[in-house]
């Protein structure tokens, strides 16, 4: 809707009554208010006025404009005043209406921002960020490069600064909004020089902070002086608000830093094209978006750029440099840049400049493009042919973006959408592949029956007849078959534990799984960039890794450790291990091994707690090869999905549950609580809860919230168990002994079925510890059980007291004929009685 007032007495120019000379009037001119109730003028008034100025001057030659000016108490004509009646009182109701739409939109905004924050998976800080290809020291200034690069923002921060406050009204409204943004370019300096000379989580804070600052500050700017002054100006200090609480609260979470970084690089330069100006120059605001633009490819190819330029120059330094040009370029726009007489977008600026250079067509004709309260009149140059087809197309996509524009709330969802893809693509997690993992198969001559073991016990001499008979009680119980295998020296009499007995056993088993791995997949040992193993009980020097390196011949830079002390459930530990290492180091091959030396850890003493660890571990051990190599996907197994730890040695119970001590004759051996199975449970319960939401279908989820809530309400005496088997097709238990499987089944309701694979593996190998999951995890594939698309979910349990869950998912087809530790005997399995129950 548009209402148009002409006449001698009402027509004027701008520019007049921007200087408040409104008395003199050559020729009529046209003075339209738009359906949002502003006014605006065409390309034939000589100047153009601040909106708000506008609508003062406007307002006074209203008033003055129905007095004959030699008449001046005699109205002049009653239509006229009809007409101004009903435009004020459209301006009116517009102004509402906008108001309205204002805080609609704000509420819109708030919804979408929560509705990601809910829906789109977190994007934790990544470590790798903090690993800079330049960390050369000069002058005692650790990655002094990375530092001194950020001098170039503090001159230029100054320099604006000093721009800001020069003596005269060129700022205006605009003077807040630019000293914000110069203040936050020379903070950079010193934040980010701050972060660069010791590189962590604590002190990016202090580099992202100023940053936020140049950003909010700059989408406060655009809205000053391509929409509205008085909004843009009262924005400011809520933008830089949100900036601090974005830095400051979510640190840990990049979702909301995301949007503040990235939506100003996507809508200021398509608004910087498609708004009409207020100033000239305004092609700088594009030349800065470029630089900056050149400065996030320089980043990401930090490392590639380094080594490009022979370790003369690394990318991030490079970075600095270009991003201080965006600064650069808008002060050069301040100092250039005068008020524009004709408020024309760049996008049409180029689409006349362009077909006049053609040289096609002659004839003009007018039209009006209205954005921001604003009309403008611009010539239109006859387009003939492909060139006349290729701007209708342009205008077309020009209308939509316009439509877009002039509904706030539909440019926030538009840009909160963009930005949680780029942000989920850009950063998101990175992925593990289990290529491929062996397990120890003894050979047939190292098996201990159960008769053959307590003769053993018998025939040593060590053990009174008490002793004797509870670990006879026990053996008979534990739900071990005759299969399992113990090392050479436990078949000695007496058995022989030494250092060099261990070792040997160690030898025997590492050294056949990582063979066997290497030679299946023909993997070059220099290829392991990452080496974890984990031996609870036997921590030789040098170390077990150093032994795998010694023995295979990796390289010197491969990144080793070994972890002891951490019982039955550091395997998964280690694959956490391996999980946080790749977060940093990307595109790595790790290799993991799992073990328990049985050898040299016999307790030879008469405490009853202490004799149960006799019975029950035999020998075994596991090679895992893991990757984030993106070429590894199609020749992996699994992908790993979820891996959740929990800790209760803050709990006394759960801590002295299992626990290696000396008993009263000064013997070594490892206690094991009658409370072990109740603190198993507990440590479960825990785990669950947090893997439960991830992993289980939003039908048991809610079933578990109604049980709580009528629960909470007296309703209900039992919480709801979710069903499980919803959202995993397998699950591996521990074998840590039947008691541990049973309690296990029996907490989270499930059949002697799906505990079949531990049930075997207890009774064929024994406890072995922490390689026992991957013993569970080759049966079900050995059966054929496993498919493509099939979750398994591995349940590990140890000293401390820890419970870890590892949730894989299948990615190929497993094909059951190929070798693994079950293949000589699968079909023997599960034995009635003892594996299926």
């Not at 092609?283 to 750029?305: N, R």
């Amino acid at each position: 809707m548009e209402t148009s007032l002409e006449g001698e007495g009402l027509g004027f120019s701008v520019a007049a009554a921007a200087t408040g000379s409104l008395s003199s009037i050559s020729s009529p001119k046209i003075f339209s208010i738009d359906s949002s109730g502003h006014g605006f003028c065409g390309v034939s008034t000589p100047g153009f006025t601040p909106q708000p100025l506008l609508r003062k001057a406007i307002a006074i030659h209203l008033k003055t404009a129905f007095y004959d000016n030699d008449e001046p108490k005699r109205k002049v004509s009653e239509p006229n005043l009809g007409r101004v009646k009903r435009s004020e009182s459209l301006i009116i109701r517009r102004r509402k209406t906008m108001k309205k739409r204002t805080i609609y939109s704000w509420g819109a905004a708030t919804v979408i921002f929560l509705v990601l924050m809910i829906v789109t998976p977190t994007i934790p800080q990544s470590q790798a960020y903090h690993d800079f290809a330049d960390q050369r020291t000069f002058f005692g200034i650790p990655n002094a490069l990375n530092v001194i690069s950020n001098f170039p923002f503090l001159i230029i921060g100054l320099i604006g600064l000093v721009l800001c406050f020069y003596p005269d009204d060129y700022f205006r409204f605009r003077r807040l909004g630019w000293t914000c943004f110069f203040v936050g370019v020379a903070a950079v300096a010193f934040g980010s020089s701050y972060y660069h000379l010791h590189p962590d989580d604590a002190r990016l804070v202090w580099d992202r902070l100023p940053m936020t600052i140049a950003f909010t500050s700059i989408m406060a700017i655009f809205v000053i002086e391509r929409i509205d002054e008085h909004k843009g100006t009262y924005s400011i200090v809520p933008l830089l608000l949100v900036g601090l609480a974005v830095i400051c609260r979510f640190f840990d979470d990049l979702r909301p830093y995301a949007l503040v970084q990235f939506v100003p690089c996507i809508v200021i330069p398509l608004m910087a094209i498609l708004l009409p100006p207020m100033y000239t120059h305004s092609t700088y605001w594009l030349w800065a978006a470029g630089f900056y633009l050149l400065a996030k490819v320089e980043e990401a190819a930090d490392k590639p750029i380094y080594s490009w330029t022979h370790h003369i120059l690394s990318g991030h330094s490079i970075k600095h440099v270009c991003a201080a040009m965006v600064p650069v370029f808008l002060t050069l726009m301040l100092a250039k840049r005068s008020v524009q007489t004709e408020r024309i977008s760049l996008y049409k600026t180029w689409k006349i400049s362009w077909t006049r250079s053609r040289g096609k067509g002659t004839e003009e004709e007018s039209f009006e493009c209205t954005y921001t309260n604003v009309a403008v009149e611009e010539a239109r140059l006859d387009q003939p042919g492909d060139m006349g087809l290729s701007f209708r197309f342009i205008d077309q996509v020009l209308l939509i973006s316009q439509t877009l524009l002039s509904f706030p709330h539909l440019l926030v969802i538009s840009a909160c959408l963009l930005i949680a893809v780029f942000s989920y693509h850009s950063f998101k997690p990175t992925h593990i592949y289990l290529i491929d993992f062996s397990c120890y198969q003894p050979p047939d001559f190292l098996r201990s029956p159960i008769a053959n073991f307590i003769e053993h016990l018998n025939l040593s001499g060590i053990f009174d007849r008490e002793c004797l008979d509870l670990q006879q009680k026990i053996l008979e119980r534990s739900g071990i078959g005759d299969d399992a295998c113990v090392p050479v020296t436990v078949h000695e009499i007496p058995p022989h534990s030494s250092l060099s007995a261990a070792r040997e056993e160690t030898h025997d088993i590492l050294f056949t799984v990582v063979q066997d791995l290497f030679s299946k997949h023909k993997i070059d040992p220099k290829s392991i960039d990452i080496l974890v193993s984990n031996c609870s009980l036997f921590c030789p020097s040098p170390s077990i890794t150093s032994i795998i390196i010694n023995r295979f011949g990796m390289r010197s830079n491969v990144k080793s450790f070994s972890l002891s002390g951490m019982g039955c459930s550091a395997g998964l530990l280690s694959i956490n291990l391996v999980k946080d290492l790749m977060k940093i180091h990307g595109g790595s091959l790790a290799l993991v091994l799992s073990m328990e030396a049985v050898s040299p850890n016999g307790y030879k003493g008469k405490c009853k707690s202490m004799l149960i660890a006799n019975t029950i571990f035999r020998m075994g051990g596991a090679a895992i090869l893991l990757s984030n190599r993106d070429q590894d996907k199609d020749k992996a197994k699994y992908k790993l999905q979820h891996l959740i730890r929990t800790h209760l040695g803050s709990d006394d119970e759960s801590y002295e549950s299992v626990m290696q001590e000396v008993d009263e004759e000064g013997l070594v051996g490892v206690a094991l609580s009658k409370q072990l199975v109740k603190v198993a449970s507990k440590a479960l319960k825990i785990n669950v809860v947090e893997l439960g939401p991830r992993v289980l279908p939003y039908s048991e989820q809610l079933k578990y919230i109604i049980s709580f809530i009528k629960r909470k309400w007296g309703k209900q005496n039992e919480m709801y168990t979710p069903n499980f088997k919803k959202a995993f097709e397998h699950f591996c238990i521990h074998a840590g002994g039947r008691a541990i499987i049973e309690g296990v089944e029996k907490h989270l309701k499930l059949g002697k079925e799906d505990g079949e694979a531990s049930r075997t593996t207890l009774y064929r190998y024994g406890n072995t510890s922490s390689s026992s999951l991957w013993y569970e995890m080759q049966y079900l594939e050995a059966k054929g059980r496993m498919k493509k698309g099939d979750r398994v979910w591995q349940i590990g349990f140890g000293s401390g007291f820890k419970a870890n869950s590892a949730v894989w998912k299948c990615i190929t087809k497993i094909d059951s004929r190929d070798k693994n530790a079950w293949s000589d005997r699968i079909h023997l399995y599960p034995v009635c009685g003892d594996a299926s129950g």
